[in-house]
């Protein structure tokens, strides 16, 4: 059984930064993308970064590109996503996912909340 667990998230003045982190547990996860998504109060819940366990190739959304950097500690199970430069419009739950080469995104942990104020 999967379980991702999420932390790092909490307050921060535009410009800031932080680091938020995802400790996964239940497997292997060579097989695996992790990814991070965020939703925004009054919206849908939305695709931030993925990075394939494997190679550690990435992908972002275009709003964070240049700001975000997703990353993973093989070792430590754990995902990182680095967040610099932050905007007023990052504010949200950040939640951390995981799905297999063929799958959806069926995994999620519990979120971690991100504040930025301006």
């Known amino acids: 059984q999967v379980q991702l667990v999420e932390s790092g998230g909490g307050l921060v003045q535009a410009g800031g930064s932080l680091r938020l982190s995802c400790a996964a547990s239940?497997?292997?996860?060579?097989?695996?993308?992790m990814g991070w998504f965020r939703q925004a109060p009054g919206k849908e819940r939305e695709f931030v970064a993925a990075i394939n366990w494997r190679d550690g190739s990435t992908s972002y959304v275009d709003s964070v590109k240049g700001r975000f950097t997703i990353s993973r500690d093989k070792a430590e199970s754990t995902v990182y996503l680095q967040m610099n430069s932050l905007k007023p419009e990052d504010t949200g739950v950040y939640y951390c996912?995981?799905?297999?080469?063929?799958?959806?995104?069926?995994?999620w942990g519990q979120g971690t909340q991100v504040t930025v104020s301006s």
């Open positions: 239940g497997r292997t996860f060579s097989s695996y993308v």
């Open positions: 996912a995981a799905r297999t080469y063929d799958s959806s995104w069926s995994k």
